[in-house]
């Protein structure tokens, strides 16, 4: 459904117009992509010929990363070709491609986080029956629910991008497409559509950062009656993951959950979760869990024998 639109392209302004900041972009967000690509496969490639790294954590924690490669794809190499280019534009069809593949894998992450809470709280307030609650059949179906889920959220994404009329001004203040800077290049009405994009990218973010940050707080709680060493391990792991949540739900509350104003900081803001928070993740995860690092070397190790 396409309503009498008679904008065919889009121009993207990016980061900044400056020629010699362009450059500068150009070389940061490519080894940004680059660092996030080596770190996101080193951890799919080390979970996936590991025999140690069994658990659903780490089933989870494959599928995030996976989740984390896709969604900087969906953003970060046109990006890098713009910055090297004096009028940037793109298709309408591209655009929506866009919107729908951001919204895909950036809803895909925020469910795989959820499942990952879910699998330490069983783990660590359950510890009896988590052999029984996530079994390798309910991960795998806990999963498949996540990316069904990811796919209904960017379909409803998709169906507002193409509700939107466009009868003239095509210059879009941003680096990517997103239905925030598309609002505002609409010629009619946008507050019932903006009502409708804080009911679903707003509350899926707010609910769930809500629903982290308690699951998080009663698993802290539930360690008060376990051993030292079994607090210091359990720690390690909930801490890491705080970290990701924090980092990932504060900018996309940020966006999502307000009206269609833009604010200066607004690009610089989508830069750290388009592009930052997936190049920490690896980071957080490896530094953090002595088990990944040990499966790391192990394949490091192989990979010099061969």
């Known amino acids: 459904m396409r309503l009498n639109n008679n904008v065919t392209e889009f121009i993207l302004l990016g980061l900044t117009q400056d020629p010699v900041r362009k450059k500068i972009v150009f070389v940061t967000f490519l080894l940004f992509y680059l660092g996030t690509l080596l770190g996101n496969f080193l951890i799919i490639t080390t979970i996936k010929t590991s025999r140690a790294l069994g658990s659903p954590m780490y089933f989870f924690l494959f599928h995030l990363s996976l989740s984390d490669t896709c969604f900087c794809s969906s953003v970060a190499p046109r990006m890098i070709v713009d910055a090297f280019l004096k009028k940037s534009t793109i298709s309408f069809s591209e655009c929506m491609i866009q919107v729908f593949s951001f919204h895909f894998f950036g809803c895909l992450e925020i469910f795989i986080l959820i499942l990952m809470a ?12 988590y052999t029984t609650i996530m079994s390798q059949r309910v991960c795998a179906v806990l999963v498949a629910m996540a990316w069904v889920g990811s796919c209904v959220h960017s379909l409803a994404q998709i169906f507002l991008a193409l509700s939107l009329p466009f009868c003239g001004p095509n210059v879009i203040d941003h680096y990517f497409c997103d239905l925030q800077p598309l609002l505002r290049l609409a010629c009619t009405d946008t507050y019932m559509i903006n009502l409708l994009l804080v009911s679903n990218s707003g509350a899926i973010c707010t609910l769930s950062f809500v629903m982290l940050m308690c699951s998080y707080v009663n698993i802290l709680y539930s360690l008060r009656n376990h051993s030292a060493e079994g607090r210091r391990k359990a720690l390690s792991t909930c801490v890491s993951h705080i970290i990701v949540v924090i980092l990932f739900f504060g900018p996309c509350i940020f966006i999502y959950t307000r009206p269609a ?43 010099e024998i061969n």
């Not at 879910?118 to 029956?129: G, N, Q």
């Open 261 to 303: 104003t833009t604010f200066p900081m607004d690009k610089m803001i989508a830069v750290f979760y388009t592009l930052g928070t997936p190049l920490i993740n690896p980071l957080i995860y490896t530094l953090r869990n002595a088990e990944v690092k040990n499966a790391m070397r192990k394949l490091c190790i192989q990979l």
């Open 118 to 129: 879910t699998d330490r709280y069983v783990a660590i307030c359950k510890p009896l029956h």
